[in-house]
Each structure stands twice: as structure tokens, then as C-alpha cells.
């Protein structure tokens, strides 16, 4: 059994563990899961450059413990401060030291599009998201066949909840378009971080990304460490790219944020000025 299948099988069973205590009819009595959402593809689509992605997570199962300090709504408050255009939580329990109790205390701090990330293969895991204030969810093609995926799109857009749809690699990027129209899709992220061996590959968005229909948010994530690195991704096509552990690591997570943004700037402005001065 890979990493992936065991953070799936974990995750699920969690989930059904919760749903034998708290139905769907105690999830749809929540005040969020009647809130209006916000809108995932319009932060990402940004007109005047690259956006953020801004992650709370305690830990990993590639780098084990990030931080001992971890308070995700004073760490999304910072990401804000920091013009993140969206937060991401992980709400992943036994891998991610994640909850869904992190993502309701996120939504009263920030008023940006949140992202709930888990490994969501259940109905149930959707409406979740929706209860605890998520405004979109990631559903990652490797842990779905395509009528799952299909199923677990048509549930969050019947809630009103946005898509992030994660590949890695052009086979999974075909399977998920033969099970539902990417161009519908709010955002397609390529995750250049193989969740089944963990290796790292930066360049899987610029072998991806320009093939994935313009209407979607097309995200990087993973592997994002400086202003360099954001500003390749920008050129192989990203609209966002999705920062955490990076950002975790450092003391003040905002600052860090602030820093790669302007680090970024930096390098897109030093890119544009060279390719002037050898045209």
C-alpha cells in the first residue's frame, strides 16, 4: 500500500467514524453550511500578476513536524495581512495533525477563499467542508477513478463549493477531463510532489499547465521555496502557486509570505528585463 492509499484509507475511515456520530442532517443544521461562498477562480485569476495560496499545516508525512507553535487562525490572519489571495488548511488528522475544528476557526479570522485539503473520497467529506466554512476542496485525481472524481465535483458545485482538481502528470490531467469538462473546474493544480514516492519535480507545471484550459485557475504547488522558483512557475503558466511548508518552517509565517512575494516580484521584473535586452 502506497503513502497515498494509506493517507486515503485513513481519512475515510475517520470520516465514516464522524459520520456515525454526526449526520448529515446535524452537519446542514451549521449556520456556514447555508453562508454564500467566495469565489476560488476570481482570487486566482488575478489581472495583475501572480497569486498566493497560503497553507496552515502542522505537519507532513514527507517532513514529519513543521512547528510546535501552530495556531492556523493567527496564521491565516498573517497570510491576509501578507495579501494572500486564498488559505488553504489541512484538516487531515493522523498524517497532518489537521481538523476540521482549524478550518471554523480559520473562517471567523479571514474573509479569503479557504481551501479545505484532505483526501476526500466520500459525499459526506464534501458537506463537511461545507459545514465548517470551506469555500472550495481539493480532490486529487490520483485517489479517484473518473466516476468517483465526476461524483465528488457535481456534490461540491451542488453546494456551492469551488474545485481545486490536483494532477500529477498528463495521464491523470486526461482521466480527469474525460470525467468531467475542466473548463467548468474553478482551479487545476499540478502537484509537483509524486504522493506516492514523495520526489519533487518543478517541472511538471511547464510540461502541464499550458495544456489545461484557460477558463480554470491553473495552480503550482508544492516544491515553492523562493521568489525564483514562483517566478518560473508564473512563466510555465501558473495563475497561483500553493506555498506551506516553506512558510511554516519560518518563525513568522506572514513575513515569510510577504518576503516571497516581494522575492518574486523581484525575479518576474529581472526576467522581463532580460528578455528585453536580448530581443
Known amino acids: 500500500m502506497s503513502i497515498l492509499d494509506t493517507l486515503v484509507q485513513a481519512s475515510r475511515e475517520a470520516a465514516e467514524r464522524r459520520q456515525a456520530l454526526i449526520p448529515l442532517a446535524a452537519l446542514q443544521q451549521r449556520s ?114 473518473a466516476p468517483r472524481l465526476a461524483e465528488l465535483v457535481d456534490a461540491a458545485h451542488r453546494l456551492g463549493l469551488g474545485v481545486l482538481l490536483e494532477v500529477h502528470s498528463e495521464a491523470e490531467a486526461e482521466m480527469a477531463d474525460s470525467a468531467v469538462d475542466l473548463a467548468t473546474i474553478e482551479a487545476v493544480g499540478v502537484n509537483h510532489r509524486d504522493l506516492k514516492t514523495f520526489e519533487v519535480d518543478l517541472g511538471l507545471s511547464a510540461r502541464i499547465l ?15 521555496h523562493s521568489g525564483a522558483d514562483a517566478a518560473r512557475l508564473r512563466q510555465s503558466g501558473a495563475d497561483a502557486v500553493l506555498v506551506g511548508t516553506s512558510l511554516m518552517r519560518q518563525p513568522d509565517p506572514g513575513a515569510a509570505l510577504a518576503r516571497l512575494r516581494r522575492e518574486t516580484a523581484i525575479a518576474l521584473a529581472s526576467g522581463v528585463e532580460s528578455a528585453v535586452a536580448s530581443s
Open 210 to 224: 499550458p495544456h489545461l484550459p484557460v477558463q480554470t485557475a491553473r495552480v503550482a504547488e508544492s516544491g515553492v
Open 32 to 145: 456556514a453550511f447555508h453562508a454564500p461562498t467566495l469565489s476560488l477562480r476570481r482570487a486566482l485569476k488575478r489581472p495583475d500578476g501572480l497569486a498566493f495560496i497560503a497553507e496552515c499545516k502542522a505537519a507532513s508525512p514527507s517532513e514529519g513536524p513543521i512547528r510546535q507553535e501552530y495556531h492556523p487562525a493567527q496564521h491565516a490572519r498573517a497570510y491576509k495581512n501578507a495579501a494572500a489571495s486564498a488559505i488553504s488548511v489541512l484538516t487531515e488528522e493522523s498524517r497532518f495533525g489537521g481538523s476540521l475544528e482549524h478550518l471554523a476557526k480559520v473562517r471567523t479570522e479571514v474573509d479569503l477563499p479557504l481551501l479545505r485539503k484532505d483526501f476526500l473520497t466520500i459525499p459526506y467529506q464534501i458537506a463537511e467542508a461545507r459545514a465548517f466554512g470551506a469555500d472550495a476542496v481539493l480532490l486529487i485525481a490520483a485517489a479517484l477513478d
